[in-house]
């Protein structure tokens, strides 16, 4: 009896310690992100889905992709997500020293931008050659961080209407997922255009 006792023991500690590898493994391997908020508790799948989560909420496709018509007016174009300014498309055909003087202008489709900085263009984020292909995870927080184009210190400033400023108020943790998500997305292959300084110089 005492036998007993002890193998049912000793099988039921060997289980237990199979199942809490196993929960160890699962977790590890999908990278669970646990996000405590005013007190409620919410548990991604993974850093990825995390990142799609921000990536969504934040609205970055708005911007970041193309639109294509539809019987309700412009919609998202999915195939092309988060690629940018198609360089194929110009830009509003606005007189540009009035918009830069008294207000913007801005394509349909919300990629290409046009103020007193000159004309902005929404960035390429998939992880084609064009986009952040060759980016590291450090560059891309930089370059929120900092507001610095490519994520290099000596670029150019990120230009309106893209709001670094207040991305950069992301913890690192948030942004290394929304760069984790952005590498899953479909590469596309789209050079966007370099943007075009103000035509004239602002009035004081």
């Known amino acids: 009896m005492r036998k007993n006792v002890i193998l049912s023991l000793a099988l039921a500690t060997i289980a237990g310690a199979i199942v809490t590898s196993c929960q160890q493994q699962a977790a590890a ?5 646990a996000v405590d ?4 508790s919410v548990t991604f799948e993974s850093k990825v889905k995390y990142g799609e989560h ?6 970055c496709g708005d911007c970041h992709t193309p639109k294509k018509m539809s019987p309700q007016g412009p919609v998202p174009d999915m195939d092309n997500a988060f690629s940018g300014h198609p360089s194929q498309m110009p830009i509003p055909d606005i007189d540009r020293k009035m918009a830069e ?11 290409a931008w046009v103020g007193p900085w000159g004309v902005s263009y929404a960035a390429n984020l998939t992880p084609d050659s064009t986009g952040l292909g060759g980016w590291k995870e450090e560059q891309f927080i930089y370059a929120l961080r900092n507001g610095k184009h490519k994520g290099l210190p000596d670029a150019r400033p990120i230009l309106p209407p893209m709001p670094w400023e207040t991305v950069r108020l ?9 760069f984790a998500y952005l590498r899953t997305v479909k590469p596309v292959h789209n050079i966007v255009p370099e943007v075009m300084p103000p035509v004239s110089a602002p009035s004081h």
């Not at 391997?29 to 992100?33: D, F, P, R, S």
């Not at 921000?54 to 609205?59: A, D, E, P």
């Not at 003087?101 to 990629?111: I, P, Q, W």
């Open 170 to 178: 992301m913890s690192d943790d948030e942004l290394k997922a929304v």
């Open 101 to 111: 003087a008294k207000g913007l202008g801005v394509t349909n489709d919300l990629t």
């Open 29 to 33: 391997n999908t990278e669970a992100v």
């Open 54 to 59: 921000l990536v969504t909420i934040g609205g």
């Open 37 to 40: 908020s005013n007190k409620v």
